[in-house]
Structure formats: structure tokens, C-alpha cells
């Protein structure tokens, strides 16, 4: 990988913050310093952000690596740091969640009512037999029940597992049974496009399967038909609503497991995630303070995630939630009932800070810079991004269109497995680059190193590594120790291998590329797929692409892409030849000759996984005339049928 192209390293395009913003910056330069002086003080010292019911005798105990314990012989409630603190400090009052439903209804949440739904779900999920320990899976649409449900799991010790209510029967019943959930927490179904999706129906064919399950708790969102077994279902609004608000949280340890989250490897069985207590809220509560700047008096919060992934546990319910903040929480799609519904969100709420993926900028690139032109996004001012490598094209439109050339960009690196943020901007410090997620964290050491796992210099490149362990860490992969150590730790003795390949930029900036396994080999060059994506939507006419590497018989791989134009570009016939030529010439005079694709397609859409990575794997069949693999992590299943008929009809 150290022979990667120079492309992205050619970018010099720097925006420094706006100085009334630094001014006023919850976190300022120091806190490098202070984290490389003394990383475990520095970490304690956040850890002082959480109420503790007892404080630890030790920060970190790293005597048997890879398996961290944190903040040891400490003691918390992960339920009362989120709400009921809040509620002593005289602020209960305040607004937790502006829920906005898909279909136009809207709930205002503040703390205490938060607070009261809390506690009566833990007592109905007490009374249900749920003790500290058990494992309940949630399955439900992006309604504040989600956030009720994990709350109230944690606030009783028990460990929740989400599973995205996109997922099939067969991966809900899968997730279920590795974990042995007890419960089941449903909906009759939420809103989607317009439409009410199913969701019990899903659970019911799960649970055939799932011996563990007791019991399965259902939300009434949409009213529609359900099946019923009376054995085994209950009504949220028989048994929650009914049951009493009073509760005391009890401490627990600062190791009690919190969460169990599925994350699909390429190929074999999903990895159950294991995040646990003390550390996992220090860093969730730190990173949103640190990196979204959050006041939480006056800022109005958004991150479009979906409750199911790993950006909405720690950025919809933890980090903010402990923050005390005010956040607006959306059911839907961006495109319903018009493409404007983001920003009219924006817009009704007055939101300030807006955390989302390059998946919907681009999307949102693609529908035209009129549409967001059409509100008031004028109270915005700090933007956040996630989930994917930000092409620089889509950095900028961000920056200018959503922005409106003042907001700070900040684009953060993480996985499910890290917990929280590891690599962005501090949004009042770093003078930021288009495309970079730039430095890790104050207390945070990731390092790019080569093959024989010593660091590259400025300029290099190679693969991601984490050398040091950090507060919200994975503990594990649930009931699987052996797998956690080789996939994670196997690779470079005595570091975190996070899969991703990365660049220093000669300011020793980083520069995030993707996937490893999805590097290209081509004449004996390492390419990465997002340095070639990043090239062509760098080209006006286009407003998303993929890069896969098929094999070639002379050159190993070759370089296909499959590029989405921006709307109203012309693509019939000859147009769309003349556009074709155009951008591989356009990929060769920006990255070089050696990248010049042997092949672009010209597509509608690309195949993104339910959170909206694109998945090339399936790209790579297509470009190599193979039957596709599995295709069940795909967000929409006609989408390959339209590629490859539209490969066939020579586009
Ligand atoms: C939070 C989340 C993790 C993978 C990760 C990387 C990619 C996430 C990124 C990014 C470049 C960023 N990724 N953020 N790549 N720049 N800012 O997405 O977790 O679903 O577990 O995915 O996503 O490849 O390894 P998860």
C-alpha cells in the first residue's frame, strides 16, 4: 500500500475555523497536550464528566491484552447519567426529542417524560422476569420507544441487542438466538416510503425459530392487522404504560456488558459486538461534547442515523442523552413525501448541528443544489459526517450548500467495534481538509504502518491501527473470545487492526481509503477504490461513483467503475460514449495513467448495504460476469437486476 497514488495528498484546499467559533469551542488545542502528557489522567478525567455511584481504583487494566477493563471497581447507571441527573439539576423541563413521524406526526419529549417512560418500561420488563444479565433484542422503527427500550434495558442491567428493522426473519432469528435474548421488543411495523413496513410479522416467523424468547412486547405504531399469540404477546400500552414510574437505578459495575451489536462481516457469521459501561459512556459522552461542540442550552442536535447502527446508539441515545442535549429525532426517508424533507427538518426545528452520511450528501448532491436552496438553513453551524470515506467534491457541497460556507466539517472515523469517534476535527481547533478525517482524538493513538507493521512516514501509506486501548473499546465478540483475537488483533502483534487503509499526507494528516479488501492491484500498483471515486466525482457531470478492481490478463486487475450522473446530464448514445471518454481521461490526468478505468458504466444506482455503504463485492461479480453472491445485506434488491440489464443493453 505504500505505493499509493498522490491524489488525495494533492488537495489544498484548508479551512481553518471561523474565529467566533474557537472562541467559544468546548474543546480547545490543549487537550492534545494534555491527553499525550498523561492518557490515562486524561481519560479519568472525562470519566469525571458521569455521575458514579462509586468511584474506580484503577483507570485501565490491560494485564491480559487484548481483553481492557476500564475505570475497575467503579460503579454507574447508565439510565440515570442520560435522564435522571438531568431531572435533579432542575432540568427536566427540557426538551430530549422533537420526534418527527414520517407521516407528519410529532411527539416533544422532554427529560421527565423521558425519564417516566423509562422507568415505567424497566418495571414492566422487571415484572416480565427480566434480571441484570439478560439479553433482550429490540427490533423497532425509528420511534422514541427505541431509545425508551435501550434506556430502560440499561437502567435494569440488562443487555440490549438492536437489530435494524430492515433486517430479515432469518437475520432477526440469527441475531436472537446467538445472543439467547429472553424478550423481544417490537412494533406492529413503522413508516417507510409512505408506507407502513411490517415488523411483528417478522418477529412472529423469527421466534418459530428462537427458543429463548419468553415473551415479545409490541409498540402500536401504525395500527395495522397483526397476528397474535396470546401466550407470548403483550401490548406496550397494556403492560408500560400501565405500570408504575417510580424507579430507583441501580449502580453497576463498570465492566456489566451494556450492549450487544451485530455488525456483518463480508462473508462468515455476524460479529456480536460486546460494549460495556463506564467506558463506553466516557468516551460516547466526551467525543459528542468534543467533536459536535454541543451546548447544550441553546443547540438543536440532529444525526439521521437509524437507532439500529452504531451511530445511533452513541450519537442519538448515549452521547447526547448524558449531554443533556436537545435532539430532533426523524422516522423516515429523505425523500418522503419530497426530496426537501431534510431540510424543511432543519428548518421547522431551527437544528444547529447535523451528523449524517456521504451516502445521503451524495444523494442529495445528485437531486440538485436547488432543493436545500429552498429553506432556511440558517441556524446550522457545525456539520458532521460519517460511514464512509467523504469524496472532497461531496465535502465541499456539504460545506457550501448546507453549510453555507461557515459551518465547520467535521468527518469522523469509527466503527461499531471502537464505540465512539476515534479520528475527526476538533471543530474550534483543526483547520480542516476536504476528504480528511485529519487527527485522532486527545487520548486516542491510531497510526498507519506497512506490511511489517512499522509506521509510515508523512506522505505514506498503509494499513489503519489503533496502538493503544481506549474507554469504549469492544470487550469482545459475544461468546467468542478466539475470533475476537484473530480478527481484530492477529495481523500486527500488539495492535488493533481495523481493516481500513489510510494515508499521512505530509502534514501527517489522515486520509481515510476504504476497506483493505478493497484495494485494487493493478500492474503491481495499490489503488484504492476511494481515491478513484474521489477522482471522478471531482467531475461536475457526476454525482456518485464505485470502483472495483476485476481481473485482467495483463495488467492483474483492472479498474471498472460504475458511475452515477448528476441530474440532467446527458447519457443517451452518443452523449453518454463522449461522457464515458471524457471521464476516463479526466481519472488519468488527475490520478494518472495508472488509474485510468478500462471500463465506466453509467448507472442509476449502486448497491448499498441497509446503513449505505456501497457494496462492492457485488460490483466485482458484475464486472467479472459472475452470478452475484450473497445479496441479503442489500438496502434494495432490484438494484443489481438494474445494472447488470443495463450493462446488457451496452450502457
Ligand atoms: C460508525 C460506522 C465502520 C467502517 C469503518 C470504515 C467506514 C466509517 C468513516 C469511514 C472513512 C469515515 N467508515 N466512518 N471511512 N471515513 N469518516 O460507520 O461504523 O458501520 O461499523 O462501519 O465504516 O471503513 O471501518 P460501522
Same mark, same amino acid.
Given at each position: ?363 442529495? #448532491?445528485?437531486?440538485?443544489? &436547488? ?8 441556524? +446550522?453551524? %457545525? *456539520? !458532521?459526517? @460519517? ?107 500488539? #495492535?488493533?487492526?481495523?481493516? &481500513? ?8 494528516? +489522515?486520509? %481515510? *481509503? !476504504?476497506? @483493505? ?112 453472491? &450473497? ?10 437486476? %438494474? ?9
Amino acid at each position: 500500500m505504500s505505493e499509493t497514488l498522490e491524489n488525495l495528498l494533492n488537495e489544498t484546499r484548508q479551512f481553518p475555523p471561523p474565529a467566533e467559533f474557537a472562541a467559544a469551542a468546548n474543546v480547545t488545542e490543549g487537550a492534545y497536550a494534555e491527553a499525550r502528557a498523561d492518557r490515562l489522567a486524561f481519560w479519568e478525567q472525562q470519566a469525571h464528566r458521569l455521575s458514579w455511584a462509586k468511584e474506580w481504583d484503577q483507570v485501565l487494566d490491560w494485564s491480559n491484552p487484548p481483553f481492557a477493563k476500564w475505570f475497575i471497581g467503579g460503579q454507574l447507571n447508565v439510565a440515570y447519567n442520560c435522564l435522571d441527573r438531568h431531572i435533579e439539576a432542575g432540568r427536566g423541563d427540557k426538551v430530549a426529542i422533537h420526534f418527527e413521524g414520517e407521516p407528519g406526526d410529532t411527539r416533544t419529549i422532554t427529560y421527565a417524560d423521558l425519564h417516566r417512560s423509562v422507568c415505567q418500561a424497566a418495571n414492566a420488563l422487571t415484572d416480565l422476569g427480566v434480571v441484570a444479565g439478560d439479553r433482550v433484542a429490540i427490533y423497532l422503527p425509528m420511534i422514541p420507544e427505541a431509545a425508551v427500550a435501550m434506556l430502560a434495558c440499561a437502567r435494569i442491567g440488562a443487555t440490549h441487542s438492536v437489530v435494524f428493522g430492515g433486517f430479515s426473519a432469518d437475520a432477526l432469528s440469527g441475531r436472537i438466538d446467538d445472543a439467547s435474548a429472553k424478550v423481544v421488543i417490537t412494533a406492529d411495523g413503522g413508516f417507510r416510503r409512505g408506507k407502513p413496513s411490517g415488523l411483528k410479522s417478522i418477529v412472529d416467523e423469527a421466534v418459530v425459530r428462537t427458543p429463548s424468547v419468553e415473551k415479545v412486547l409490541v409498540v402500536r405504531r401504525t395500527g395495522q392487522d397483526i397476528d397474535w399469540d396470546g401466550s407470548r404477546d403483550l401490548w406496550w400500552h397494556e403492560v408500560v404504560e400501565t405500570a408504575s414510574a417510580e424507579h430507583t437505578a441501580q449502580a453497576f459495575d463498570a465492566e456489566h456488558p451494556l450492549f450487544i451489536l451485530y455488525t456483518s462481516g463480508t462473508t462468515a457469521k455476524p460479529k456480536g459486538i460486546l460494549h460495556t459501561t463506564g467506558g463506553y459512556l466516557t468516551q460516547v459522552s466526551y467525543t459528542h461534547h468534543a467533536v459536535f461542540d454541543l451546548k447544550p442550552d441553546s443547540d438543536v442536535y440532529w444525526c439521521t442515523a437509524d437507532i439500529g447502527w452504531v451511530t445511533g446508539h452513541s450519537y442519538i441515545v448515549y452521547g447526547p442523552l448524558s449531554n443533556g442535549a436537545t435532539q430532533v429525532m426523524y422516522e423516515g426517508t429523505p425523500d418522503t413525501p419530497h426530496r426537501g424533507r431534510f431540510w424543511e427538518i432543519v428548518q421547522k426545528y431551527g437544528v444547529t448541528i447535523l451528523y449524517t452520511a456521504p451516502t445521503a450528501i451524495r444523494t442529495f #448532491m445528485k437531486w440538485g443544489d &436547488d432543493i436545500p436552496a429552498g429553506f432556511d438553513l440558517s441556524s +446550522l453551524r %457545525l *456539520l !458532521g459526517s @460519517v460511514g464512509e470515506p467523504i469524496n472532497p467534491e461531496a465535502w465541499m457541497w456539504y460545506r457550501e450548500h448546507i453549510g453555507g460556507d461557515r459551518c465547520p466539517v467535521v468527518d469522523t472515523w469509527w466503527q461499531t467495534e471502537t464505540g465512539a469517534i476515534m479520528i475527526s476535527p476538533l471543530p474550534g481547533v483543526t483547520a480542516t481538509k476536504p476528504g480528511s478525517a485529519m487527527r485522532p482524538l486527545p487520548g486516542i493513538s491510531a497510526d498507519v504502518v506497512d506490511d511489517q507493521a512499522s509506521s509510515v512516514g508523512n506522505g505514506g501509506g498503509g494499513y489503519l491501527v489503533l496502538r493503544e486501548p481506549w474507554p469504549s473499546m469492544l470487550r469482545t465478540i459475544w461468546g467468542d473470545d478466539q475470533r475476537f483475537k484473530e480478527t481484530y488483533w492477529s495481523r500486527f502483534d500488539g #495492535m488493533y487492526f481495523a481493516g &481500513d487503509g489510510a494515508k499521512k499526507d505530509e502534514d501527517g494528516d +489522515l486520509w %481515510l *481509503l !476504504g476497506r @483493505v479488501d478493497d484495494v485494487m492491484l493493478v500492474s503491481g500498483h495499490n489503488i484504492s477504490t476511494t481515491e478513484v471515486e474521489s477522482a471522478l466525482v471531482s467531475h461536475p457531470k457526476v454525482a456518485e461513483a464505485a470502483v472495483v478492481g476485476a481481473t485482467d490478463p495483463t495488467t492483474g486487475q483492472a479498474i471498472v467503475a460504475f458511475t452515477i450522473p448528476r441530474g440532467g446530464v446527458e447519457t443517451d448514445g452518443e452523449a453518454g460514449e463522449a461522457l464515458i471518454q471524457e471521464l476516463r481521461n479526466h481519472v488519468a490526468k488527475t490520478l494518472g495513467p495508472i488509474a485510468k478505468p478500462r471500463q465506466i458504466m453509467l448507472v442509476a444506482e449502486l448497491p448499498k448495504t441497509r446503513s449505505g455503504k456501497i457494496m462492492r463485492r457485488l460490483l466485482r461479480d458484475v464486472a467479472e460476469n459472475r452470478s452475484l453472491g &450473497d445479496v441479503t445485506t442489500l438496502q434494495d434488491s432490484t438494484v443489481m437486476d %438494474l445494472i447488470s440489464s443495463g450493462l446488457q443493453s451496452g450502457k
